[in-house]
């Protein structure tokens, strides 16, 4: 499974993305963060229908299996879908 965490430089929001990501990272799973604000970045969201920042992306198998949008979930609310 990945983790992808599309962020903005102007988001009041992604400050919290960011640190949801650094956690999961630590922990040794795929994490990408990716700024929209960035020609990577913004053909990255384009191709998953990104829309707005933050958003959160559980893959699997190349596969979205789980999508926050406009907040950053909750630590646990991310364990949830890595069982």
């Given amino acids: 499974m990945e983790l992808k965490v599309f962020v903005s430089q102007s988001c ?3 400050h919290e993305a960011r640190r949801l990501a650094r956690i999961f990272k ?4 795929e994490v990408t963060v ?7 970045g913004l053909a990255e969201a384009a191709f998953y229908g990104v829309q707005s920042t933050p958003t ?16 950053a979930p ?9 069982k």
């Fill in 12 to 14: 009041p929001r992604c």
């Fill in 26 to 29: 630590d922990h040794g799973m």
């Fill in 56 to 71: 959160v992306l559980v893959i699997e198998r190349d596969e979205v299996i789980q999508r926050w949008s406009g907040q």
């Fill in 34 to 40: 990716h700024d929209v604000g960035t020609t990577d």
């Fill in 74 to 82: 909750k630590p646990e609310e991310v364990r949830q879908w890595l």
